[in-house]
């Protein structure tokens, strides 16, 4: 199988936890009423202190790792901002995760014909 599809499946897979975690969570301030562009600040009037804030190793920048609770529920969600200190991306997924996600959607396509565009 090629590295396109690969990503598919991941993407695919990930919308489906989102999808879930997003109707359990919709009501969570974080989730709610952080979006694209935000400042720092705004996001911490929003949630609160982070639970951990941590560079970013693919693409410069930092990111805010929270933890979501409801009834007997956790879920981590990180708030990532780019190089200006904006938003540039939430996810029910902790800061590592998305810097892994981050460096397998940049890594050069392994073999075929097709190029991955990167």
């Not at 709610?32 to 693919?58: F, I, L, W, Y």
């Not at 930092?62 to 969600?77: E, G, I, S, V, W």
């Not at 901002?81 to 810097?99: L, P, R």
Request: net charge neutral; glycine share 8%.
């Amino acid at each position: 199988m090629n590295k396109p599809f690969h990503a598919l499946i991941l993407a695919l897979a990930a919308l489906s936890a989102c999808s879930s975690n997003s109707t359990l969570y919709h009501d969570q301030p974080l989730v709610a009423k952080v979006t694209n562009g935000m400042s720092r600040d705004q996001v911490m009037q929003v949630g609160g202190k982070p639970d951990a804030e941590t560079e970013r190793t693919v693409v410069p920048g930092t990111c805010f790792d929270y933890m979501l609770t409801k009834a007997d529920n956790r879920q981590p969600y990180s708030v990532s901002f780019d190089g200006t200190g904006k938003v540039d991306n939430t996810a029910f997924m902790t800061c590592a995760e998305w810097s892994n996600a981050q460096r397998r959607a940049r890594l050069p396509s392994m073999g075929g014909s097709s190029g991955s565009g990167y």
